[in-house]
T-cell receptor, first 113, second 113 residues
Framework: GENVEQHPSTLSVQEGDSAVIKCTYSDSASNYFPWYKQELGKRPQLIIDIRSNVGEKKDQRIAVTLNKTAKHFSLHITETQPEDSAVYFCAALSYNQGGKLIFGQGTELSVKP | DARVTQTPRHKVTEMGQEVTMRCQPILGHNTVFWYRQTMMQGLELLAYFRNRAPLDDSGMPKDRFSAEMPDATLATLKIQPSEPRDSAVYFC???????????FGPGTRLTVT
């Protein structure tokens, strides 16, 4: 079945720097890749997603890139701010597993002022 | 700003007791998901429904867990009997149509002593 691996598990950056989180997936039939941000004690919130018919999507300071050939996708956050500190989860939609979202293990991002 | 709601937000119970968690999906959403989040296992899909019909509950321990949708505005997850290893945060999420975009509720933090 689908397997999603996420790296790194923790990431610490200085305010203003960029942060990049990478995920790889195994199911070539997957075609939807969302990213969720979860602040401590809060619900996961969808921040950006990408479908397999595009290679990049941007929304202000965040962007996601997708390489279908290599089966990996990445989240890019530019000009990081302390409020970006959270756990970020990637996911891939696996039709081979009945249309389920399979989540990565999460990346704890810490932005130091 | 429509949101998924869950009750209770916190539940402490003794081993062997029945636990019922409730979820109200966003009005008009027809797909409902139950997830369990722990530090060790991350986000695991337990079950999901579309148009109130169960589509997949392969992630759920069948002997003690059950999930239902009595109507379009209510989903329930029951554990009977509860065990300490069930301690986790249980999230409900809802979506419209396909399983692509999912919106999470605030979660129920369950502690079984």
């Amino acid at each position: 079945g689908e397997n999603v691996e996420q790296h790194p598990s923790t990431l610490s950056v200085q305010e203003g720097d960029s942060a990049v989180i990478k995920c790889t997936y195994s199911d070539s039939a997957s075609n939807y890749f969302p990213w969720y941000k979860q602040e401590l004690g809060k619900r996961p919130q969808l921040i950006i997603d990408i479908r397999s018919n595009v290679g990049e999507k941007k929304d202000q300071r965040i962007a996601v890139t997708l390489n279908k050939t290599a089966k990996h996708f990445s989240l890019h956050i530019t000009e990081t701010q302390p409020e970006d500190s959270a756990v970020y989860f990637c996911a891939a939609l696996s039709y081979n597993q009945g249309g389920k979202l399979i989540f990565g293990q999460g990346t704890e991002l810490s932005v130091k002022p | 700003d429509a949101r998924v709601t869950q009750t209770p937000r916190h539940k402490v119970t003794e081993m062997g007791q029945e636990v019922t968690m409730r979820c109200q999906p966003i009005l008009g959403h027809n797909t409902v998901f139950w997830y369990r989040q722990t530090m060790m296992q991350g986000l695991e899909l337990l079950a999901y429904f579309r148009n109130r019909a169960p589509l997949d509950d392969s992630g759920m321990p069948k002997d003690r867990f059950s999930a239902e949708m009595p109507d379009a505005t209510l989903a329930t997850l029951k554990i009977q009997p509860s065990e300490p290893r069930d301690s986790a945060v249980y999230f409900c999420a809802s979506g419209l149509g396909s399983v692509d975009e999912q919106y999470f509720g605030p979660g129920t933090r369950l502690t079984v002593t």
